[in-house]
């Protein structure tokens, strides 16, 4: 039996240095060291030994069980640096290589206009403020002098959620909440942007999802020639110092008097071309002095405050400043179009 351990020792040490990969040293540790390996077989014979062999041979068998052993995991090793220093060679960077350019993004341009225009207002006084895109029928129409069944509701066709719900048609509601918060005590100087929602039949001019900035100052003594002030800087501001400005009469339920405003064309002067349709002047947004029904809902007395008020569309607003021709554009992600606007950013 001790020539059979000697014998033993000596073939799993050649079997194990020859082994090349992991599997194969899993193997001849299976066959040699496992339950049902050759050392296993070889020491059931150890019951017909005598008292004395016993010892001697027991001895033998850990000696051979180390040995080999141990050389299996020396082997084991050596592979495992080997199977690194392999996969390290295999997966070796040049870092000599030039490198491949990181594509960027870049701000949205209805972002970049949204953002022009906050920064303006903010450095006139003006807050920003935020509301619900699903709004109460009361913030929407009634607290902005729009009763129920007001014939001017059909102005702003609207997605109803239920009779009191609906998806806001446009950020005047945020106003009115503001107002409302304020406990009839100016002043109250904001600007609300926000995306609104209309049945529209989306077109190149149109969508049923746009965004809207609307402005609100409320304090005493405003007057329209405030009005006209804010909107003159704002025009020019936006479109060069050059710019003119002229009010036209209008009409919206929320403001009394009503006015749209005009620029001067930026493309022609005032001289008229196809961008100002030959007129020499530009439809920019609608304003007016807050109507005394609107300051009075939101607690706020007429006869001590006055405000004025004026909404605008960032999107026609970076179509002209942008020369768009759609308004599609802003929202179907064509890399196309929004890369043209990188250097903006």
């Not at 001697?56 to 995991?73: C, K, M, P, Y």
């Not at 002098?145 to 806001?168: C, G, V, W």
């Not at 064309?265 to 007016?288: N, P, Q």
Request: with cysteine.
């Amino acid at each position: 039996m001790k020539d059979e351990l000697v014998q033993l020792k000596q073939e799993a040490l050649e079997v194990i240095e020859a082994a090349q990969d992991l599997q194969s040293l899993q193997a001849a540790k299976v066959k040699y060291l496992g339950k049902k390996g050759s050392l296993t077989d070889i020491l059931r014979g150890m019951g017909k030994l005598s008292a004395e062999e016993r010892p001697v041979i027991g001895q033998l068998a850990n000696e051979v069980r180390e040995a080999i052993q141990s050389t299996i995991d020396e082997k084991e090793t050596r592979l495992e640096e080997e199977k690194v220093r392999q996969k390290l060679q295999k997966e070796t960077l040049d870092v000599t290589l030039p490198g491949r350019a990181v594509r960027q993004g870049s701000r949205h341009p209805l972002r970049l206009v949204i953002e022009e225009i906050e920064d303006l207002f903010i450095s006139m006084g003006y807050a920003v403020a935020e509301g619900p895109e699903v709004e109460q029928d009361y913030y929407n129409f009634e607290a902005l002098n729009l009763p129920k069944n007001h014939p001017a509701r059909d102005m702003q066709d609207s997605f109803y959620i239920t009779e009191e719900l609906l998806l806001r048609t446009h950020t005047s509601p945020v106003q009115a909440r503001t107002m409302e918060r304020h406990q009839g005590k100016g002043p109250v100087k904001i600007i609300c942007p926000g995306k609104v929602y209309r049945r529209d039949n989306d077109d190149a001019t149109h969508s049923h999802q746009f965004m809207q900035i609307e402005g609100l100052y409320v304090d005493k003594n405003v007057t329209l020639s405030d009005l006209k002030g804010t909107l003159t800087v704002f025009a020019q501001k936006m479109f060069g110092e050059d710019r003119r400005i002229r009010l036209r009469p209008s009409f919206f339920p929320f403001t009394e008097p009503s006015v749209e405003m005009d620029i001067s064309c930026f493309h022609c002067g005032g001289d008229g071309c196809s961008v100002c349709k030959h007129t020499g002047w530009i439809e920019i947004l609608g304003a007016g002095m807050v109507h005394p029904n609107v300051l009075r809902m939101s607690g706020f007395d007429p006869d001590v405050y006055t405000g004025f008020a004026f909404g605008m569309g960032p999107e026609r607003i970076a179509m002209l400043k942008y020369g768009i021709d759609d308004i599609r554009h802003f929202y179907t992600n064509d890399e196309r179009f929004l890369k043209q606007f990188s250097r903006l950013s």
